[in-house]
């Protein structure tokens, strides 16, 4: 049995989590003793993790507590805890897990990383984060490893200085049980949201933050409905902050006079349900992306995407749908539009592939297998 300890920022709703979330779910409980450490609070999967019987300890750190928090909460947890190994999360998470192994004297422990986002600019980051991503790039020699999710993020990262040496890419990995088509799904939705049957649904699924470029959202469905023939398609958003009690998305939304057009749903809980109701499903972001789960998801329901070319996107929609240039709301409402005029076959057609290339490269069973892989052959070494 090998105590893994994952160190992670936060746990509220976000790609990185859910797949923490997902990895822990799924994973061989006879091979891997899992515990979760939280540096801030238990968000919104905490007691779903707690659910798998797997401890989860917060540590609630702000930046006034911080080294206190550090030195008298964290150093004599993580050593009660003893773990074999400490597998960071995102760039906090991976300096606390560094620094965990410095607190544990008795015993040799094994240190991951794992870097779940693109790197374009250190600008586009808040500067203490840059600050942080630049000083991981003077350390990452001392990870044993360091986990990508996405190529396009490795090569980035290498570019600022990372080690490449000890770099590997472990995909993200989906449950094509849990996200499949229904026809049940597709016509809920649709009566919740009081949307005709003949509706056409794009949507959008992510936290409201400049990466995830809303706004190059919103002016692509201004453009798309200037067309006439486009006045049956309905576009719904759902995301933490991403409602109607945002002032600054609202107020793009009244300037184009979108109000009866966009549904701002806020943050949900049964993504999956939310999926399988859309006809095209759309990642917008205009940096910062390593490998979107809200792609594959999608794509797992048999929904068409259109996605901006960040990070790996390109490459995970391959041909099952269309890919236009970040921050280009004419190229966006355009790609849209394609998928449209295709009709109902063509985007089923298109649907099918999506979800047979999910199956065959992303299953959540071989990236488990990987990280156990990781694990067990780091430790028997």
């Known amino acids: 049995m090998i105590k893994v300890l994952h160190i992670i920022t936060g746990l509220n709703t976000g790609g990185a989590e859910m797949m923490l979330y997902k990895i822990l779910y799924h994973q061989d409980r006879k091979k891997i003793e899992a515990t979760v450490i939280s540096l801030l609070g238990k968000g919104t999967l905490g007691k779903r993790i707690e659910s798998l019987g797997i401890s989860v300890y917060c540590l609630n750190i702000n930046k006034r507590n911080f080294l206190i928090k550090l030195f008298r909460d964290f150093k004599p947890l993580i050593q009660n805890l003893s773990p074999d ?26 240190v991951f990383w794992n870097i779940r986002q693109s790197l374009y600019r250190l600008t586009h980051e808040k500067l203490t984060t840059a600050i942080i991503i630049k000083i991981g790039s003077f350390l990452s020699h001392f990870p044993s490893q360091i986990v990508y999710n996405s190529q396009t993020g490795k090569q980035q990262h290498k570019k600022i200085g990372y080690n490449l040496q000890n770099g590997l890419i472990i995909l993200n990995g989906f449950n094509t ?3 499949q088509p229904s026809s049940d ?21 992510g936290r409201y933050h400049p990466m995830k470029d809303h706004q190059n959202f919103i002016k692509a469905v201004s453009l798309l409905l200037q067309k006439a ?28 006079n979108l109000n009866k057009k966009l549904y ?16 095209i499903a759309t990642s917008s972001s205009s940096h910062g992306e390593g490998f979107a789960n809200v792609i594959g998801e999608a794509m797992s329901c048999e929904v068409p995407c259109v996605v901006t070319d960040v990070g790996d996107s390109a490459w995970i929609v391959g041909e099952t749908g269309k890919v236009v240039p970040p921050s280009n709301p004419t190229a966006l ?14 985007r089923k057609k298109l649907g099918h592939a999506a979800r047979r290339r999910i ?3 992303f299953s959540i069973d071989s990236i488990v297998t990987c990280y156990e892989a990781l694990y067990s052959n780091t430790v028997r070494d």
């Not at 002032?247 to 793009?252: E, G, H, K, P």
């Not at 701002?264 to 006809?279: C, K, N, P, V």
């Open 229 to 256: 023939n486009n006045l049956k398609i309905h576009f719904v958003l759902c995301g933490k902050n991403v409602d109607w009690h945002n002032a600054t998305l609202v107020q793009l939304i009244t300037k184009l």
């Open 333 to 346: 409402a355009q790609a849209w539009q394609e998928l449209i005029d295709l009709g109902d076959e063509g």
């Open 359 to 361: 199956i065959e490269h």
């Open 185 to 205: 799904n597709y016509r809920a939705i649709r009566d919740k949201l009081k949307i005709p049957n003949d509706g056409l649904i794009v949507g959008l699924v």
């Open 264 to 279: 701002l749903l806020g943050e949900q809980t049964d993504i999956a349900s939310l999926t399988a109701a859309f006809d």
């Open 177 to 179: 049980k849990q996200f």
């Open 85 to 110: 190994v400490i597998q960071g999360w995102m760039y906090h998470g991976n300096l606390v897990a560094l620094l965990g192994q410095f607190f544990i004297r008795e015993k040799p422990i094994i």
